[in-house]
């Protein structure tokens, strides 16, 4: 056990690690049973979060039960709607504090309990690159709200509400009045955006207990899924499962088809590249293409379809979703049970019919993740097939270049900006180094000179994000960024841009000398962050890009979990 280098031996340092512990733990406590760590992000900054320590209690019996000691421990948490400039500067710094308190401390197990965006990711990129035995509790999402009788989606519908008063179909003061119906129950947002992807990819990475991912947060039966959970990882730590032996290749080809069977978030390309990083797993931006292509989406979830995450569950959740598609699952990708997945999916049911599509009955045929190339991403970006506009996919128009957000936000409501409906709205200063952190900016709202026209979807291009529960013809973490010296940089106003989406190709239509010549935009470089110091200076100066998840250099790979010297 690694927690007896601290407490096994009668010597002085022996003696005060035990010590400081003590405070009322029986001796038995320090006799070889399993630390199991409860990385807890609980926080009131997360309220997405905030219930944890409630689920932190029922892990910690089921490890006591178990035999083991369950010790928490509070990491950074990280709450989407409220943390400035944007989560994802602060993932990898949440993935690198977790990772050194995780190798620093007398721990041999880890449970993760994650919930909001950013949260699940970072810990298991901590996980991956200490390696030590560990289990994914997701948090689960909220319970769905309702206002003037009509279902609330916690993240699409406020855009869409806001839209409408800027329309003028819905009086400012109903808006208001919804603000409190929105968010119903504890846990995160309930449509499959981010935060619902990532727990559900962490199941299909075979991370969670099987069946736990998408519980409600207010279910009792999450408490109960807690409580195992806490038992399977002293049972972990027994067999010395670790993330290094769970999360392999064949469970990244798992995720992204579970990816693109449920119609997740883009978000979740930059984090399981940035996971495979830690592992050493050889992922790349192509793989998504390549696996995901053809795959059917079999949920009706919004963003996409009708339905919520309460809805998916009592239609029998993930695995009765992938049991559409277990064909194309990859038979020998195991779980924290050390049983494969494929053996979970093959018994389950979808109840609702409604909710979880039969494979010959898809929402759409092909939900995967699409990534183009050509002179403006030479690296790749991405777009969401299915989440855009079907003749839009094939497109060639004039550039309508925006130097930062700040830069859209002046100018997209002016009567005068020289748009049209066949324009290609370009944004850049976006990216890891340029805003700093790679926002959810990408989508932009509609010019609306051209929403007033009956316009609804533009082709967009960003080297940002966007949110999981976005949609549009919109192409996404361009690579290299303008920041980082990519040819976004160099785009002029009246530029003609060719979109293929079906030829996989993004095209600047420049020719490769005219555009060497032409200077980086000064306009946006003048606004990219250049902090003197803090994390955004080492964030800066070291994150890499989007085509391989926008982790710190230095933070690529692991180290283990060993410690070679002592404290005192
Ligand atoms: Fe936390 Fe949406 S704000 S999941």
Same mark, same amino acid.
């Given at each position: 056990m690694r927690s007896a280098d601290w407490?096994?031996?009668?010597d002085r340092n022996a003696y005060i690690h035990r010590a400081w512990m003590?405070?009322? %733990? @029986?001796? +038995?406590? =320090?006799?070889?049973r399993p630390q199991i760590a409860i990385a807890n992000t609980a926080s009131d900054l997360t309220p997405c979060n905030a219930h944890m320590d409630e689920l932190a209690r029922s892990v910690a019996n089921g490890v006591w039960e178990a035999g083991g000691v369950p010790l928490n421990l509070p990491v950074v948490s990280l709450g989407e709607t409220q943390v400035?400039? #944007?989560a994802m500067l602060w993932r990898n710094m949440a993935a690198m504090a977790a990772e050194e308190m995780f190798r620093a401390n007398p721990i041999d197990g880890l449970v993760l309990l994650g919930g909001c965006d950013k949260t699940i990711p970072s810990l298991l990129m901590a996980a991956a690159s200490v390696d030590l035995p560990a289990v994914v509790l997701p948090g689960g999402p909220m319970l769905t709200g309702t206002f003037q009788g009509r279902v609330l989606n916690s993240a699409t519908d406020v855009w869409r509400m806001s839209e409408d008063v800027r329309a003028g179909t819905m009086p400012e003061h109903l808006f208001l009045e919804s603000e409190s119906c929105? $968010?119903? +129950?504890?846990? *995160?947002?309930? %449509?499959?955006g981010t935060a619902s992807t990532m727990a559900l990819v962490a199941e299909a990475l075979g991370? #969670?207990? @099987?069946?736990? %991912?998408?519980?409600?947060?207010?279910?009792?039966r999450l408490l109960r899924a807690s409580h195992e959970t806490g038992r399977l990882a002293v049972a972990l730590v027994e067999a010395d499962r670790r993330p290094s032996t769970v999360m392999t290749e064949a469970s990244f080809r798992n995720a992204i088809l579970a990816l693109a069977a449920i119609g997740g978030s883009t978000n979740a390309v930059v984090h399981l590249l940035a996971i495979a990083g830690r592992l050493g797993?050889?992922? #790349?931006?192509d793989d998504f293409d390549r696996i995901g +292509?053809?795959?059917?989406?079999?949920v009706d979830l919004?963003?996409?379809?009708? =339905?919520l995450m309460d809805d998916l569950h009592r239609a029998g959740g993930l695995l009765a979703a992938l049991r559409e598609v277990i064909d194309l699952l990859d038979p020998a990708a195991t779980t924290v049970t050390g049983r494969p997945l494929v053996e979970y999916v093959e018994p389950a049911i979808a109840w609702d019919r409604e909710v979880i599509r039969q494979r010959v009955e898809p929402l759409q045929p092909d939900a995967g993740i699409a990534v183009l190339r050509g002179n403006l991403a030479p690296d790749g970006a991405i777009i969401k097939p299915a989440a855009a506009t079907p003749s839009l996919l094939r497109h060639r128009g004039r550039a309508v270049v925006f130097d930062s957000i700040e830069d859209f936000h002046a100018r997209f409501?002016?009567?005068?900006?020289?748009?049209?409906?066949?324009s290609v709205l370009v944004l850049r200063g976006c990216g890891p180094k340029g805003y700093p952190g790679?926002?959810? $900016? +990408?989508n932009l709202p509609l010019p609306t000179t051209l929403l007033e026209r009956g316009v609804r979807d533009m082709v967009r291009i960003c080297d940002g994000r966007m949110s999981g529960t976005a949609y549009g013809t919109v192409v996404l *973490? $361009?690579?290299?960024e303008a920041a980082a010296g990519g040819p976004l940089a160099r785009v002029e106003n009246d530029d003609w841009i060719e979109l293929d989406v079906p030829a996989r190709r993004l095209t600047l239509d420049v020719p490769a000398d005219v555009l060497a010549a032409r200077m980086p935009s000064a306009a946006a470089a003048a606004g990219y962050a250049n902090p003197a110091r803090g994390w955004e200076r080492l964030y800066i100066d070291h994150v890499l890009q989007?085509? #391989?998840? %926008?982790?710190l250099d230095f933070l690529v790979g692991s180290s283990g979990s060993h410690v070679a010297r002592e404290s005192h």
């Open positions: 407490y096994a031996g009668r003590r405070r009322g %733990a @029986p001796d +038995s406590a =320090f006799e070889g400035r400039p #944007t929105l $968010v119903r +129950s504890r846990g *995160h947002c309930n %449509a499959m991370m #969670t207990l @099987p069946g736990t %991912a998408g519980l409600p947060a207010p279910d009792s797993v050889p992922l #790349t931006l +292509s053809g795959v059917p989406l079999v919004q963003p996409a379809g009708r =339905f409501d002016d009567p005068d900006l020289d748009v049209d409906a066949g790679m926002p959810e $900016v +990408s *973490h $361009v690579a290299p989007a085509d #391989t998840g %926008a982790d």
